[in-house]
């Protein structure tokens, strides 16, 4: 069983190495950078990486991209704020030590660090997601954003260890990231005939909100977790609003 680790990236110098560097137990490290200007390829190729510079095609191509150029046939998914800890590092080790595996691929669970401490509750941990995979038996799929991976049968899952992800550094940089992330999506939902309404925008967020912090115990994780709560609501109100403004009703005719 040998592994390939692909990461996707553009514009990641300050997460690249960190991140290269948790996975170099792997069989190869391939990094699919889709035009950095701040010499993410060059860091990534110091630390013994392969990189691949592509376009950018969209979160679910990509992926699937990437997994194509692997030279090796199962494949350990990254984003450039992730990194492999310790113990799932083990963990996939004696995995590649027994050999070809049965199951098609291996879900992990992702342990987020948001606003200086980790997020253990709002539905964000544990969060489990297919990771390592065999690509003749799996592909990426959904709607961009929002990718996953779909497997020919059921993962098994990994329970030691965890992929750290280092997400947004400020409520800057997660608000910049809301406003990418749901113009992309209101496009999708406008392509397939969805339209906003009303009543949409009025009630989903703070339903978002309510779920998040309360039922799913976000309130435990202190302002960080309102901090969650009160971006995943906005994030759900403007992507309706998005696709309202993109489906022709806030539009007046021209004079």
Request: glycine letters at 10%; aromatic letters at 10%; proline letters at 4%.
């Amino acid at each position: 069983m040998r592994i390939t680790a692909a990461i996707i990236a553009k514009n990641e110098a300050r997460n690249i190495v960190d991140c290269v560097r948790s996975v170099a137990f792997c069989d190869e490290v391939l990094v699919v950078d889709s035009g950095s200007t701040d010499g993410t390829p060059d860091l990534a190729r110091a630390e013994g990486a392969r990189v691949v510079v592509t376009d950018w095609p969209g979160w679910v191509a990509q992926k699937n991209r990437a997994a194509g150029l692997a030279s090796h046939d199962w494949v350990l998914s990254l984003d450039a704020d992730e990194r492999v800890d310790a113990r799932l590092r083990a963990e996939v080790e004696r995995l590649r030590a027994a050999g070809e595996p049965a199951a098609p691929g291996f879900e992990v669970t992702r342990h987020v660090f948001y606003l200086g401490r980790w997020i253990d509750h709002g539905g964000w941990f544990p969060e489990w997601r297919t990771r390592l995979f065999d690509r003749r038996r799996a592909r990426w799929v959904g709607v961009d954003p929002h990718d996953r991976l779909e497997t020919d049968g059921p993962p098994a899952r990994i329970t030691v260890g965890e992929l750290q992800h280092f997400t947004y550094r400020s409520i800057a940089e997660h608000v910049a990231q809301i406003d990418r992330f749901t113009t992309v999506a209101a496009k999708e939902k406008v392509a397939r005939g969805e339209r906003g309404s009303l009543l949409g925008m009025l009630f989903r967020p703070p339903a978002r909100f309510l779920k998040m912090y309360v039922l799913r115990g976000g309130f435990l994780d202190g302002r960080a977790g309102f901090f969650l709560a009160a971006m995943a609501a906005w994030y759900v109100f403007l992507k309706y609003a998005k696709v309202w403004e993109l489906g022709g009703y806030g539009r007046k005719a021209a004079p």
